[in-house]
């Protein structure tokens, strides 16, 4: 059974943004960038599938109404609809591939399918003109020539081309010499308050024999005038050698024709739409833009022609009254069919080698920062190192071409610690959030501490059902259900020590973020930390009465708070020298010079874990119902 023709097939990616690698951008930055082009297209025209098309495409569909800055975009398109699917998918991804290799400044983004409408028909075209080389009759026989069209609209009626005569020629001039105009190409652009199209398609052909006869006609009618009477006569006007000289340069041109059609024989079409009448200054600026890359001595420049500008512009005129016709759609409108192959005028007008077809089939190139409507950047994508850890915890994806590669650091690695720093907006909380989801499905044990509130409601669902029973949620803003944190809650004798220890570091460490590091030595000194910690070891010295920092908060505020520990449940010299001489002598109430209490002064240190009703709620219980201990062991 025959394999059926599938519909045409199409794969867009999109140029989404553009690295600029230098500061200075030098003359011969545009040859080696040519150079880098024509490997590109060599790799992806040479004994590639005539069956495949290539278009770039430049859409500007600025929203006027809109305050944000209306943006260029860039697309390359691959058609095919006679090849299978399969087929078709592998050449896209070498093709994605080799794109992204070569072009290392650019970032790549594929399109879907569904959202092709963005670029198929991103808004109603009412006016196209394509844009073609100027051809002309060139008589051999005469030095007189035809005057040379310049820019402007012209009909397409024009004299047949393939006229036998054999003394003149059909010629198609070449593409004009590169003058950097890019810059000012897309500055006009962003600022139209029109919408365009800029279509440049290439299409792979076979090579058409009454082409190549037609051109060896006319390589055959040049060199009968280069070699005009090669007699011994010196009578000049026997030798014809401004005709001699005229034929060898139109001949160049006709062998460098020959040779692209017999090798790589190649079709350009180049076409602009827009909703309103092209502006003229707008598209021989794009023009100046196409042929920036055209560096190369191998492009002779027509020195025949006036001002050499060997280019013109062509209307199109659709075929609805209403300007309805899509002639930018999914499918190729001049090459969807082969009825171009016996049009020889069409043939010669659109043939184009791959050394022009280097300079102009080219993603932008930008010689400066900060473009309108063109997203320029300083960082370029590079692909991971060969040998990368596949173990631990994943930070991400790197992106390279098709190529997509997790990247992770090794806990090894972790428990030298992590630093990581960024602007505002670059990702550092969605860093954090994909190695704690990394954590939480590979079974590890771990803390999240959300001051802001947002990232834990973000975690929460991403949890898998197989450690659900594993999470411990602390939300100091529920109120219903408030869980219990009794900093002062112990297992043995040994532990009221080192939790008095850590109330008064904790301590420490709040009155330097809150007042500076200078406040230890400006508010509290040996006899405020000794309060402290002698009645943190009060309050702890009863395991029946079970204490919390508001107990010990009330011995600083309460007459004789203190005595409700007595007489002592533990045997502590220094404890039981506090309650027998220090505390009988001290009255925390009375007011001292400045009208302020000792106890006032001592207890003041502590109403942030008090004062708001949310952490009254967790310190005040005299039971947690959190165990750090169990929950890390």
Not at 389 to 408: A, D, Q, T, W
Not at 513 to 527: M, N, Q
Request: charge should be negative; charged fraction near 25%.
């Amino acid at each position: 059974m025959k394999n059926k023709l599938l519909e045409e097939q199409i794969f867009i990616v999109k140029i989404s943004s553009y690295y600029l690698t230098k500061n200075e951008f030098q003359k011969n930055d545009l040859r080696e960038i040519y150079y880098r082009q024509l490997s590109w297209i060599k790799s992806i025209i040479i004994k590639k599938d005539k069956r495949i098309s290539y278009e770039i495409r430049i859409i500007y569909n600025p929203d006027i109404d809109s305050q944000i800055k209306n943006e260029i975009n860039f697309y390359i398109i691959i058609r095919s609809g006679k090849i299978g699917k399969k087929q078709f998918i592998n050449y896209c991804k070498n093709f994605y591939d080799l794109a992204v290799n070569n072009y290392s400044n650019y970032d790549f983004e594929i399109i879907d399918s569904n959202n092709s409408d963005i670029v198929f028909n991103p808004f109603d075209v009412n006016f196209v003109s394509e844009i073609k080389r100027q051809s002309e009759i060139i008589k051999l026989d005469t030095i007189e020539e035809k005057p040379v069209k310049k820019f402007g609209l012209v009909s397409n009626n024009k004299e047949d081309g393939t006229n036998s005569s054999q003394s003149q020629i059909y010629h198609v001039a070449p593409f004009p010499i590169g003058k950097n105009f890019a810059n000012t190409f897309f500055k006009q652009l962003s600022v139209s308050d029109s919408k365009y199209i800029f279509s440049i398609t290439l299409q792979p052909i076979d090579p058409n024999k009454e082409l190549v006869d037609l051109i060896n006609k006319q390589i055959i009618i040049c060199e009968k005038f280069a070699q005009l009477n090669l007699s011994q006569s010196s009578d000049v006007n026997e030798l014809f050698p401004a005709l001699r000289e005229k034929a060898r340069y139109y001949q160049t041109f006709q062998n460098n024709i020959l040779k692209s059609i017999n090798e790589n024989p190649l079709l350009l079409q180049i076409i602009v739409g827009s909703n309103n009448p092209l502006s003229e200054i707008l598209v021989n600026l794009f023009i100046s833009y196409l042929t920036e890359l055209n560096v190369e001595p191998n492009f002779i420049t027509h020195r025949y022609s006036s001002e050499n500008i060997n280019l013109e512009i062509r209307k199109i005129f659709l075929k609805d009254k209403n300007g309805t016709k899509n002639i930018f759609g999914k499918l190729n409108s001049f090459f969807d069919n082969g009825d171009y192959q016996s049009n020889i005028e069409f043939l010669l007008e659109h043939n184009i080698s791959l050394e022009e077809a280097a300079a102009i089939f080219s993603p932008p190139v930008l010689l400066q920062e900060n473009l309108d409507g063109i997203d320029v950047k300083r960082s370029p994508q590079i692909p991971t190192f060969e040998h990368f850890p596949s173990g631990g915890v994943e930070l991400g994806n790197n992106y390279y071409g098709s190529n997509v590669k997790s990247i992770k650091i090794v806990d090894d690695d972790r428990r030298r610690h992590q630093y990581i720093i960024g602007q505002t907006g670059t990702g550092k909380t969605t860093l954090l959030k994909n190695m704690i989801i990394s954590d939480i499905k590979n079974g590890n044990g771990l803390c999240v501490i959300d001051p802001h509130g947002d990232l834990f409601k973000e975690l929460l669902v991403t949890i898998p059902q197989e450690r659900i029973k594993d999470i411990v949620l602390i939300d100091p803003t529920d109120i219903d259900y408030p869980v219990g944190i009794n900093l002062l809650e112990y297992r043995n004798k040994i532990d009221r020590y080192f939790i008095a220890q850590e109330v008064v570091y904790i301590l420490s460490k709040l009155l330097i973020d809150e007042y500076g590091a200078t406040s230890l030595s400006t508010f509290a000194g040996p006899i405020f930390f000794q309060h402290v910690k002698m009645n943190l070891l009060l309050a702890m010295s009863d395991p029946e009465i079970k204490s919390t920092l508001f107990d010990f908060y009330n011995i600083f505020q309460i007459k004789d708070y203190w005595k409700k520990w007595l007489p002592l449940k533990i045997s502590d010299t220094h404890l039981e020298n506090w309650v027998g001489s220090v505390l009988p002598n001290t009255d925390y109430s009375r007011q001292g010079s400045e009208g302020l209490s000792t106890g006032d002064y001592i207890s003041s240190k502590f109403e942030q874990f008090l004062f708001d009703p949310m952490l009254r709620n967790i310190f005040s219980q005299s039971k947690s119902t959190i165990d750090f201990k169990g929950i890390m062991d």
